[in-house]
Nanobody
Framework: QVQLVESGGGSVQVGGSLRLSCAAS????????MGWYRQAPGKQRELVAS???????RYADAVKGRFTISRDSAKNIVYLQMYNLEADDTGFYYC??????????????WGQGTQVTASL
C-alpha cells in the first residue's frame, strides 16, 4: 500500500504561483511513476505532470513552460511548482502513484486532493 498526502493548494490571482507537495509513505520501492492530475468542475480528471523512477518527465501541453514537477527522494516528496497560473488551471489537484505488477497490470494510488483556484 502507498499513502499520499497533498498540501499547498490555495487561491491566487491569475499570474500568481503555488507549489504543491505530495508526501508519500508505504511501499514506495514498488512505485514506478508519480504524478499530478487535476479535475475541473464538469470535466474529466487529466494528467498534469508525471515523473518516472528513471527520471522521465511528462507534462500536459497546457502547462509546459509554466509548471515543474520534481521529487525529493530522501524525503519521499513530489512537488509541483506552478508559475503564471491561469484561470483554466483552477481545479482539484490529486497526487498519484502507480506501480506495474508482475502480471503487467497497473495499480494506482491517489491522495485526497487539494484545491487550486486562480482568479482575476
Amino acid at each position: 500500500q502507498v499513502q499520499l498526502v497533498e498540501s499547498g493548494g490555495g487561491s491566487v490571482q491569475v499570474g500568481g504561483s503555488l507549489r504543491l507537495s505530495c508526501a508519500a509513505s508505504g511501499s514506495l520501492s514498488t512505485v514506478n511513476v508519480m504524478g499530478w492530475y487535476r479535475q475541473a468542475p464538469g470535466k474529466q480528471r487529466e494528467l498534469v505532470a508525471s515523473i518516472h523512477t528513471d527520471g522521465t518527465i511528462r507534462y500536459a501541453d497546457a502547462v509546459k513552460g509554466r509548471f515543474t514537477i520534481s521529487r525529493d527522494s530522501a524525503k519521499n516528496i513530489v512537488y509541483l511548482q506552478m508559475y503564471n497560473l491561469e484561470a483554466d488551471d483552477t481545479g482539484f489537484y490529486y497526487c498519484n502513484a502507480a506501480r506495474m505488477t508482475q502480471g503487467g497490470s497497473t495499480i494506482e494510488y491517489w491522495g485526497q486532493g487539494t484545491q487550486v483556484t486562480a482568479s482575476l
